[in-house]
């Protein structure tokens, strides 16, 4: 299994909605952020996985390949 994980979250943030290569957080103070995927300039990058996590943490984004269980939480 390959996870996408995202530790973005603060202590009363909430994701809003994830679609396509954004990530919609609410902040806890109402602000609103948009996370972005992104690609290196004129090069094509796509990212087949099976599980995205997002979680607490200070901005940290991070690709398991051939992970397991363990690696969900």
Request: proline residues 0%; charged residues 35%.
């Given at each position: 299994?390959?996870?996408?994980?995202?530790?973005?979250?603060?202590?009363?943030?909430?994701?809003?909605?994830?679609?396509?290569?954004?990530?919609?957080?609410?902040?806890?103070?109402?602000?609103?952020?948009?996370?972005?995927?992104?690609?290196?300039?004129?090069?094509?990058?796509?990212?087949?996985?099976?599980?995205?996590i997002i979680t607490?943490?200070?901005?940290?984004?991070?690709?398991?390949?051939?992970?397991?269980?363990?690696?969900?939480?």
């Amino acid at each position: 299994m390959d996870i996408i994980k995202f530790k973005i979250l603060q202590d009363g943030d909430s994701v809003e909605r994830v679609e396509n290569n954004e990530v919609h957080v609410r902040r806890k103070n109402g602000d609103y952020v948009v996370y972005k995927l992104k690609t290196e300039e004129n090069e094509i990058v796509m990212y087949s996985f099976d599980a995205l996590i997002i979680t607490k943490g200070h901005g940290i984004f991070k690709v398991i390949q051939d992970a397991d269980l363990d690696d969900l939480k």
